[in-house]
């Protein structure tokens, strides 16, 4: 029997009814299985420490957090209003950085890769989220040689293209080959200097294509195929449907160029987290089922 409730993930890991209000967020929820049925994605509310998040490339900004909370609701309403209903882990205002909760966790079908980051402040950010993949059901494995991030792992068909920064190192990227060879994932390390995250160059559309604001992809080459967006924002998208993609508010010309390709363009301000070298993709974990 499958129903509609609130709730979000407590520290524990468990999935309960939200607080009064319940910020809208709903998904139907199989009270056999005790788990939500995919699509659904994990999010992490923004800490109150938001602005002291991590910033590697630019100078850093102001952060208004309070705008970032509204610009983060409204990233969930664009979710949930294209099918992607939310299950929210637990938030910690000790961590700035833990509203990316992308870079903590990596689906593939049944297996959640739980990242190792590069940056001693973003260690705690796995925990949580770590605790809650287990309680839902999902099988975790850990990268325990080197360091990696999520943001550097872009998934396109069997394709696995790992970003090799300052954030994910070979070391990693070879475990994350072991780890996933024997499910049919083939892995390739994607050179990525330029940039914080391999998904702050490039991003794929629905047919597979990947694309990037050439002026930060180190080797457009490594793609099988490859578009050049006008806009470095235009590089960011995440795939809501086989027709509809989502993507930052900031980069017109882009989207006007993805509805000349037939996709239909959804668009939300994320300015303040752009601002921390944030994207669309930073912001939640698709599981896809």
């Known amino acids: 029997m499958l129903k509609y ?15 009064p209000g319940g910020e809208r967020y709903c998904r139907r929820v199989s009270e056999t299985l005790g788990r939500p049925v995919p699509p659904f994605a994990l999010v992490r509310r923004p800490a109150a420490t938001l602005a002291d998040g991590c910033v590697s490339f630019g100078e850093r900004q102001p952060v208004d957090v309070e705008r ?21 882990v637990e938030p910690d205002d000790a961590l700035p950085d833990s509203v990316f909760i992308e870079d903590a966790v990596v689906m593939f079908g049944e297996l959640a890769v739980i990242t190792n980051p590069a ?4 260690h705690p950010e796995i925990v949580a989220a770590a605790e ?16 990696l991030d999520g943001g550097d ?3 396109v068909g069997r394709t696995v293209y790992v970003g090799l920064s300052g954030r994910t190192s070979r070391a990693a990227v070879d475990e994350l080959r072991e780890l ?7 892995v390739v390390g994607v050179p990525t200097t330029k940039v914080l995250h391999l998904k702050s160059a490039v ?14 992809v180190d080797d457009a080459g490594v793609f099988t195929t490859f578009l050049d967006v006008p806009e470095e924002d235009g590089a960011h998208v995440v795939v809501l449907d086989d027709a509809t993609i989502l993507m930052s508010a900031h980069a017109p010309r ?6 000349t390709r037939g996709l239909a363009v959804v668009t939300t301000d994320i300015s303040e987290f752009e601002k921390l070298e944030g994207c669309v993709t930073c912001l939640s974990v698709r599981v896809r089922g």
Request: aromatic fraction near 10%; glycine fraction near 10%; charged fraction near 25%.
């Open 5 to 19: 409730v609130k709730y979000r993930i407590g520290r524990d890991g468990v999935p309960r009814r939200a607080w």
């Open 68 to 88: 970032a909370r509204r610009q983060w609701l409204a990233y969930l309403d664009a979710l949930h209003e294209h099918g992607w209903p939310t299950l929210e």
């Open 119 to 122: 940056e001693a402040t973003r």
């Open 132 to 147: 809650a993949i287990r309680r839902l059901g999902y099988a975790p494995a850990r990268i325990t040689r080197g360091t």
């Open 153 to 155: 792992v872009l998934k």
């Open 180 to 186: 996933l060879a024997p499910r049919g994932w083939t």
């Open 203 to 216: 991003t794929a559309l629905p047919d597979g294509t990947v694309i990037g604001y050439r002026p930060l």
């Open 254 to 259: 882009s989207a006007e160029l993805f509805r």
